[in-house]
């Protein structure tokens, strides 16, 4: 199998989705989304700034009542939920490629414990991330550099929802949704209905709550996607999205299979992830090093490649019609800068705080924590030795 490099043409695998006329459905969309699905949102910034609307803009919280809930939520942690936060980073100095390793850190039931601290990391994770602007827990593709980290969001949801076709009346699933703030915006501007999955119950319940806030009928389920089959009957949804989750998936295979009988014919999915560049050496001391102290930062414990995403793709299945990283120049570092200067400001005036005995003592634990390693994210990004924001489109053929 090829790799379909940043420019390259993909190739249609042969005998698939074609009918007799010659007309090939595949290679049309191909065709379509081969022209930068950007051009578009590109035109529209040309004549709106950015280009976004206001669907966009009001599909957002409010930041400073979001702020206040959890840093509230924060401030009434218990020690045991501080130490289980703490814990769950065991996760992410191991791989789902080494079993062994799994087992004996965390012994034969790993996958069970895996979600165990998954639900833990999550559960403070999600509000130490409300205190700034990644709200919805990712650092998007650079898209403008005039815009600001959620507005590099907005444009990127944009984005994906172009490219996935979403249109009123569609039924989409969102894998990892975390606290339905994507959700959201999928739905307010497309007028599309989102179904939501995610292992967390706190980020679920928040998720309800601010979805039925605005009146959107979208839902919300707690479940490990690492636990299939998925709860949805065939060919229930007309689309599929997911943004930095597949890291913590065990077997992307058997889930790319169970989303291929989940979605209808002629469905198309976006993928935005975590991967290891062909740059990446895991023999070369300084990488290994670097890829020690990132994973932690992003959370992630598989470390999948662009090549892994489209073997696993292909083989269940779907065709690929785009996979290449969705930054401006390949590079998030601009972005990353931006949010790790954002966070080591406030974790100065937090340790301060906790000095003057203002704030409680696990402040300074949490806010260290949140802090550490972003200047080895930044190195391996400019390295091009990693990124997350690697962006495969893909579709199950009519």
């Not at 703030?181 to 739905?187: I, N």
Request: with cysteine; charged share 25%; glycine share 6%.
């Amino acid at each position: 199998m090829k790799h379909h490099s940043e420019n390259q043409a993909v190739s249609l695998p042969a005998g698939r989705a074609s009918d007799s006329s010659g007309y090939d459905a595949v290679a049309e969309e191909k065709r379509n989304i081969s022209v930068d699905p950007l051009s578009a949102l590109a035109k529209k910034t040309l004549e709106h700034g950015l280009g976004l609307n206001h669907l966009d803009r009001i599909s957002q919280p409010n930041r400073l009542q979001t702020f206040k809930t959890s840093f509230k939520y924060l401030y009434d942690l218990t020690p045991q939920q501080v130490d289980d936060f703490m814990a769950s980073y065991v996760i992410y100095n191991l791989d789902w490629a080494d079993e062994e390793q799994m087992i004996a850190a965390l012994g034969p039931h790993y996958r069970k414990k895996v979600g165990e601290c998954l639900k833990a990391y999550y559960g403070v994770m999600n509000h130490l991330c409300a205190l700034g602007d990644v709200e919805k827990m990712y650092i998007p593709p650079f898209m403008n550099k005039r815009a600001t980290v959620l507005e590099n969001q907005l444009l990127y949801e944009s984005a994906v929802a172009q490219a996935i076709g979403l249109k009123k009346g569609d039924k989409v699933l969102d894998l990892g949704c975390g606290r339905g703030r994507v959700a959201a915006h999928m739905a307010t501007a497309t007028d599309a209905q989102v179904t939501g999955i995610n292992i967390d119950p706190n980020q679920v319940a928040q998720a309800r709550e601010f979805n039925s806030q605005r009146g959107l009928r979208n839902e919300f389920i707690v479940q490990d996607f690492n636990s299939l089959p998925l709860p949805f009957d065939n060919d229930s949804f007309d689309a599929f999205y997911q943004i930095q989750a597949l890291s913590l998936c065990k077997d992307l295979g058997q889930l790319f299979r169970e989303l291929y009988r989940v979605l209808k014919p002629g469905a198309k999915i976006s993928l935005l992830d975590w991967v290891s560049l062909p740059a990446y050496d895991a023999t070369n001391q300084e990488h290994l090093e670097l890829m020690r102290r990132v994973k932690p930062l992003i959370g992630a414990v598989g470390t999948p490649t662009p090549a892994i995403f489209e073997k696993e793709l292909e083989d269940s299945g779907f065709v690929i019609l785009k996979s290449e990283n969705a930054s401006v120049g390949g590079l998030q570092a601009p972005l990353i800068d931006r949010v790790d200067g954002y966070f080591r400001a406030m974790r100065q005036i937090i340790l301060g705080l906790v000095r003057m005995r203002l704030l409680p003592v696990h402040f300074r634990t949490l806010i260290n924590r949140l802090c550490l390693d972003g200047e080895a994210f930044v190195k391996m990004d400019k390295m091009r030795l990693i990124t997350t924001s690697y962006w495969v489109v893909a579709m199950k053929p009519e």
